[in-house]
């Protein structure tokens, strides 16, 4: 399952069929700790930015077993298997947009959770082929307190929010000489909730999409595709002050990715390198709310979002004993946002936020790098029982 758990990010793409590196046979359990960051960040002027970010620190608690391919078919994925994974962790919470002449100061600050858990079962039908069901939950929710054009330690209004992303996978996986190829249908919940004392927004919906993926294995190498996308419609309600009218919409939503990835293994140690394009198109915000935009949603404007990120992953892992091996996994990300703001009373211009997902320090809309969101893991596996 990767470490895809423990990222901040709720709707990227997850591996819950396939590993970044392949488990060990028999009995196993797993523990980790990582420390994440989500970041979005929109320059108000060539001098003021208007930053916020999540910074989740997870716990990673797994158990599973599985049983190997036979020698030669396939490239490491096991021919069954079973396995769960929980990732907790606190969140803490930050946003500023400094005063300027003719805007206010907004400040927020908050504390949040994340609880993340995924499963996976495979059943061996044959030597080269396998059914696979896996299914996962990431899930936020915070708690923020919020000073629009007060002074330090001012308190304007709170915003509850929550962001939630549910997978079901069902798919088939055949085997050749050194290669597989898998193919699943996926169902997909997204669901965002963002409630401040002047705005209400609410999206909750169900849909199907596909995935495919393809390994290969030679020697030491070994190589991965994947690519994913589901899309249909969530459903909408907002309100906002003053009169606090229902708008209800179904509304059109997309989550897709594609991933490449490329792996070396030596006696004891494995490194596994990847790259993911991934794109987000949702009619809500609810992770990491800028300040820009928490006005605009208290004035009555509607967010649209398009989100598109490329992440870059590095695993390497390290077997000091038959029994135990230690991972070190690091994933940057670097990315744009646009976000569509439309006035619901239909009076106002549209406005759009040119939003870059990563840090406030570095980089700026002209610059395509700067600091990026950043995920750091480390963690081990052990073999309970005699390892096989």
């Not at 400040?107 to 499963?119: L, M």
Request: overall charge negative; proline content about 4%.
């Amino acid at each position: 399952m990767g470490y895809d758990l423990v990222n901040a990010c709720i709707f990227c793409a997850g591996l819950l069929l396939g590993n970044q590196l392949v488990p060990r046979d028999g009995l196993q359990g797993d523990v980790g700790f990582a420390y994440a960051t989500l970041a979005r960040r929109y320059d108000v002027t060539s001098e003021r930015v208007d930053g916020s970010d999540a910074t989740p620190k997870f716990i990673l608690a797994g158990l599973g077993n599985s049983w190997p391919a036979q020698d030669g078919l396939g490239a490491g994925t096991p021919a069954s298997e079973w396995r769960g994974t929980v990732a907790f962790a606190p969140s803490h919470e930050e946003q500023e947009r400094k005063e300027l002449p003719d805007l206010e100061r907004i400040v927020s600050t908050g504390t949040g959770r994340f609880e993340n858990f995924a499963f996976v079962t495979r059943f061996a039908l044959g030597a080269r082929d396998s059914v696979e069901i896996a299914g996962g939950q990431r899930a936020y929710k915070s708690t923020d307190i919020i000073n629009i054009g007060g002074g330090n330690s001012e308190f304007t209004e709170a915003r509850s929010a929550s962001a939630s992303r549910i997978d079901i996978l069902a798919g088939w996986r055949h085997r050749w000489k050194g290669l597989e190829g898998e193919a699943a249908i996926r169902w997909v919940k997204p669901s965002s909730y963002n409630s401040t004392a002047n705005a209400f927004h609410q999206a909750s919906g169900a849909f199907l999409g596909w995935e495919a993926e393809a390994r290969w294995r030679s020697g030491p190498w070994s190589a991965l595709l994947h690519g994913e996308r589901m899309s249909g419609s969530l459903d909408v309600h907002r309100e906002s002050a003053p009169i606090f009218a229902d708008r209800d919409a179904s509304l059109p939503a997309s989550l897709e990715a594609l991933r490449f990835g490329l792996g070396y293994t030596w006696p004891r140690s494995e490194l596994f390198v990847s790259a993911t394009y991934d794109r987000q198109h949702l009619p809500f915000v609810s992770l990491a709310v800028l300040g820009t935009e928490t006005v605009a949603f208290d004035s009555g404007f509607d967010p649209d979002s398009l989100n598109k990120q490329v992440f870059g992953d590095v695993a390497f892992r390290y077997a000091f004993s038959p029994a135990i091996r230690a991972r070190v996994s690091v994933r940057m990300g670097w990315g744009h946002e646009t976000v569509t703001l439309t006035d619901s009373a239909g009076v106002l211009p549209t406005q759009t936020l040119k939003v870059l997902r990563r840090g406030i320090f570095g980089g700026s809309l002209s610059n395509q790098f700067g600091s990026p969101e950043v995920t750091f893991f480390v963690g081990a596996d052990f073999a309970i029982g005699t390892p096989r």
